[in-house]
């Protein structure tokens, strides 16, 4: 697999591939500020992954997102409270929005979409958005979990 030219399929299989910290995780999200990097394995491609949690001055703003150690290419972000975003094609995506890896004019973009069709919701705070984001990009707390559900 080329992490510099991959399909929308893909993408759609890394997602779905069950993951997990490479060292044991405890979430633990303090008041202000918080700015995290942990390494993740995925389970079936044994590729890498960083998973980045930030937040700055502001509570209801702030990104996660995981992306390849290989090349550093976002495989999904989150972005809650953030400014508008301007797709390669002219498309605006307004407010909050989830980008995801697409591979197009032999580049890779982040191509931003509207929430409305994702588990995640603006009024999330940071740690119940970090929770459905572990669950959305299939990554366990643990590698003997067995009792987290990947979400269809």
Known sequence: MDLEKLSDNEVDELIDEAKHFFESFTLNVP????????????????????????????????????RFKQNNAHLVRLCINGTRHHNYDGTIVEGNHIHLYRYVNNSIVSYAYPLDDYIFNSNDELENAIEKFLQFVHIRTDKNDTSRQALN
Request: glycine share 12%.
């Open 31 to 66: 008041l202000g500020k918080f700015n995290e990097d942990h390494i993740v394995l995925g389970e079936s491609s044994n590729l890498k992954y960083v998973w980045h949690g930030y937040r700055g001055r502001l509570d209801t703003k702030y990104s996660l997102h995981i």
